[in-house]
Structures are given as structure tokens and as C-alpha cells.
């Protein structure tokens, strides 16, 4: 069963970076059909899809958050990242990781980390 | 953007009654739909894919039908544990994936 927790800072002041980091366990990253996706839940916005990406590199973005999205994945370590530019208040959410397998939906979710963005 | 509108906001019901919970699609979706559970400080959880398939080690109390733009949750005899907030989520047209603004069921 593969389980994933996400880790990050908790508080960022806006304007700055985000930088948060799911690390996968019970399955490895690198299996061909897995790809593994960032979704973010908020009071106002509901549940957003911001970006999905596979081990060889290929990533795919939300067009409203493309600009500001970074991602990564160490094979060696079996995580991947998401980086998040120029924060504001709107950025305040509970974020996710999940396994989303073939690029179809979203099978397996971390339990979530609460980012605040304020000053 | 494919836009999911799902209705009611709030349905109030008792254990052992049927949830019938709705999505629409903005345009079709085909059957490229996915239902999700959301209890209080959980994670969303998989329960049906493709419109009507039920993910791994989910009831067959929980149905989903539908194809296009008109999708239906269905929950037959409602357990306790059955109470929370429901996602649809669509993959047809991407980027990007995108989800319904979700259901509350609540105990009467």
C-alpha cells in the first residue's frame, strides 16, 4: 500500500517561495504509469489541481498557477516537490499530494499540509 | 476550463436512507468522472472512477452513473460513517483537471 506525506513550512510570508516535498513509500516513484500530482484545498476555491508530474520529467501545469509552479522529483530518495512563487493570501490552503495514475485520477492522497501565508 | 457544478450543497438524511448526490459538467465529459470522499481532517478518498466503477475496497452501497454533462452519486442504505462532504472530479479535458464544488451530507 503506498502511503505519502507531505512536509513543509507551515507559515511563509508573502511575496516569498513555497517549497514543499511528498515523500512516497510502499510503491516507487518510478513506476512507468504512476504519475504523481499537487492539489490544494481551500474554504473559498474548493479543491484546485496545481500540477502533475512523472519521474522522467514530464510535468503538466495549471494554466492559472503555471507561472508560479516548480516541480521536481529525486528517484533516489522517492519524492517529489513543488516549489510556489510571489505568495499572497490567496495561496493560504491546505495542500496535497496523491498518486494520480495514467494521468487519470487521483487514487492515493497524503494527509495534507496547512500552508499560511501571512505576514 | 470544464466547469462541475454539484447540487445540492447540503443533503440532510438518516442512517438507512438513499443519497442520490448530483454533478453537471459545463460540456461533456464523456464518462471521465470521478466521485471523491472527504471526511472532517482526512484526505479526499477514491470511490468511484469512470463514472460507475468503484475503486478498490469501496461498498457496493456507493453507485455512480451517468456519461456527457449529468452524473449521479448514489448511496443505498446510508451508514453512519457515510456522512461527509463528496467531490466530483473530471479528466476529460485537461489541463486542467478540475472538481466539483462538493456535497455535504449530514445526519437529520
Known amino acids: 500500500q503506498v502511503l505519502l506525506q507531505e512536509s513543509g513550512p507551515g507559515l511563509v510570508k508573502p511575496s516569498e517561495t513555497l517549497s514543499l516535498t511528498c515523500n512516497v513509500s510502499g510503491d516507487s516513484i518510478s513506476t512507468t504509469n504512476y504519475y504523481w500530482g499537487w492539489i490544494r484545498q481551500t474554504p473559498g476555491m474548493g479543491l484546485e489541481w496545481i500540477a502533475t508530474?512523472?519521474?522522467?520529467?514530464?510535468?503538466f501545469y495549471n494554466p492559472s498557477l503555471k507561472s508560479r509552479v516548480t516541480t521536481s522529483v529525486d528517484t533516489s530518495k522517492n519524492l517529489f516537490s513543488l516549489t510556489l512563487t510571489s505568495l499572497t493570501a490567496a495561496d493560504t490552503a491546505l495542500y496535497f499530494c496523491?498518486?494520480?495514475?495514467?494521468?487519470?485520477?487521483?487514487?492515493?492522497w497524503g494527509q495534507g499540509t496547512l500552508v499560511t501565508v501571512s505576514s | 476550463e470544464i466547469v462541475l457544478t454539484q447540487s445540492p450543497a447540503t443533503l440532510s438524511l438518516s442512517p438507512g436512507e438513499t443519497a442520490t448526490l448530483s454533478c453537471r459538467a459545463s460540456r461533456t465529459v464523456n464518462s471521465y468522472l470521478a466521485w471523491y470522499q472527504q471526511k472532517p481532517g482526512q484526505a479526499p478518498r477514491l470511490l468511484i472512477y469512470d463514472a460507475s466503477t468503484r475503486a478498490t475496497g469501496i461498498p457496493a452501497r456507493f453507485s455512480g452513473s451517468g456519461s456527457g454533462t449529468d452524473f449521479t452519486l448514489t448511496i443505498s442504505s446510508l451508514e453512519p460513517e457515510d456522512f461527509a462532504v463528496y467531490y466530483c472530479q473530471q479528466r476529460s479535458n485537461w489541463p486542467p483537471f478540475t472538481f466539483g464544488q462538493g456535497t455535504k451530507l449530514e445526519i437529520k
Open positions: 508530474l512523472h519521474h522522467t520529467g514530464n510535468t
Open positions: 496523491a498518486r494520480h495514475t495514467g494521468l487519470r485520477y487521483f487514487d492515493s
